[in-house]
């Protein structure tokens, strides 16, 4: 699996590599220089052929050291290039030094941007700050100065009347991070100023190194990245830290497949609980995703109320009479049926009575939706019940009422980095629910309660936009469902089938809507070479 990195996991895997010999932190920074100026042209080939202008805005750090490479390797192709320095020359660390000295260029203070000989460079580099920037920036003239960078042409002139602050100027390039970003949550961290609020230099290009960051893929921090491009230095990832985060991807062990000499029950019976009558579509469309995702088979359980709705519009899936808790109890005797869901459209009322005699049969259960926020008033009740086989499934409203502490954390202003995450947050959720959390968004984040974490990123390549309509998180909640029935473990089945919802997505495109989802799986399925980007 790709590994999404922390600042300090990136640090260490650069120290690893200069203590052992590898490389040189010098080297390092000469290839990530390289790196951003190939994607600059990957990304812009019409730039290639001609001497352009560039402004480079480079920082106090090694960041400001990769700007100065930049700046160089620009300047050899031709290119007139103005770097400017925030902060001072003798203060740079040895290698951003070395690269200053390199440079032998003109460099002009921050504060002397208003008379840069450069206006409407073809390229604006960021290279202020990266994975250091560890407060918000307090000095004025320089968050200015981030914002002549993002604002980059007309922007500028559409801010200044106060519209178009969306708007992503043409070839703004940022080095790891636009400055301002915290990397390890995605949060903003620069720039409180009452003015302007509290904003991040926003960016076309963001070239990173190595690997991903977390705060490329969570909160807000695809919306400043723009493009992101991903360049090899040549580092190793062989970093034993259990602390790693995962990107989530197709599974290889267990995987989709099923075996060839296997009958129904081998992969499992799948019980998915509907509301009452006019509220069963959406366990319907759980239990529809269960069965694709290939529970060997599947039921619903039904109030006497809505067996005739439900009978009536249902051809392979199965339906039960359940009342209550205690038919519920009754049922789950028979062994076969090993995996639960509870949530979608269950009712407030119903799931009181439902999810106790779910969590006290110990089989795999899924709980969405009505099944969480039924329990918002006694969530110690709730979290008593749990164990480690079940998966809970809030969105941000149902995380907020089951973990109400944890959630003020995650939402509250950051004043240093690294900000408090939601993978910091899912991962306190699942170690004080003792079973897996997954936290939906375009930035899914799956927590177990021993410390795994994997993130599926609808962002960038994978972009799911719409995966934003009624009753697709019922079929994400079904599909997990159906991976538990045929045997997934719970950290598995979620990750998975997080991964697999925004593939059905990504197959199928605009116009989707939730009854698309369980149909795409065959076509998912099909492709092999589908992966986690
Ligand atoms: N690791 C790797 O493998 C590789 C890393 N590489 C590159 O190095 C970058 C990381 O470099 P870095 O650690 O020097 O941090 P960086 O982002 O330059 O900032 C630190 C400076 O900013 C300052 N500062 C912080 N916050 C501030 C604020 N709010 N307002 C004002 N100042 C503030 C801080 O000051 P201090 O806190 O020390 O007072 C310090 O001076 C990384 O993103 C990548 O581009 C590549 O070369 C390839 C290999
Ligand atoms: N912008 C988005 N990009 C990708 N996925 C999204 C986006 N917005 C929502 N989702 C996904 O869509 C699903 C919505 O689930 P949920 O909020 O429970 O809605 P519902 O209850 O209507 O099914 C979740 O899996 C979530 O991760
Ligand atoms: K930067």
Known sequence: MAELLTATQMRMIERAAIETGQVTGLELMERAGRGVVEAIFEEWPELGGSAGRAVVLCGPGNNGGDGFVVARLLREQGWEVEALLFGDPAKLPPDAKVNYERWEGTTSGVADFVQAKIKHPDLSIDALFGTGLTRSIEDQALWEHLWVHDDAEDAWDMRRCGSGTDIVPPRTVAIDLPSGLCSDSGKVLGGAFPQYGRRCARSALTVSFHARKLGHVLGEGPSFCGRLVVKDIGLSLEVDDAEIVKSAERPSSPSFCKTEHAHKYTHGHAFVLTGGVGKTGAARLAARGALRVGAGLVTLGVPPSAQMEVAGQITALMIQRIEGGKDLSETL??????????????????????????????????????????????????????????????????????????????????????????????????????????????????????????????????????????????????????????????????????????????YFGPGLIAEDLPELVPSVFAQPDATAL
């Open 333 to 506: 005797l028979d062994a076969r049926l090993n995996a639960l869901c509870l949530g979608p459209g269950l009712g407030l009322a119903r799931a009181q009575d439902l999810v106790p005699a779910a969590l006290a049969s110990q089989r795999s259960v899924v709980l969405d939706a009505d099944a969480l926020t039924a329990f918002a008033d006694e969530t110690a009740a709730l979290l008593e019940l749990l164990h480690g086989k079940c998966v809970l499934t809030p969105h941000g409203g149902e995380f907020a009422r089951l973990f109400p502490d944890i959630a003020e954390k995650l939402s509250a202003m950051p004043g240093q980095g690294p900000a408090y995450s939601k993978v910091d947050a899912v991962r306190a959720a699942a170690a004080r629910a003792g079973c897996v959390v997954l936290y939906k968004g375009p930035d899914t984040v799956i927590a177990a309660p021993d410390g795994q974490c994997a993130v599926n990123a609808a962002h960038y390549e994978r972009a799911a936009p719409w995966l934003a309509t009624a009753g697709s998180g019922d079929v994400l909640a079904g599909f997990i469902t159906g991976l538990m029935a045929r045997g997934f473990p719970p950290m598995c089945a979620a990750v998975s089938a997080a991964w697999l919802h925004v593939e059905c997505a990504r």
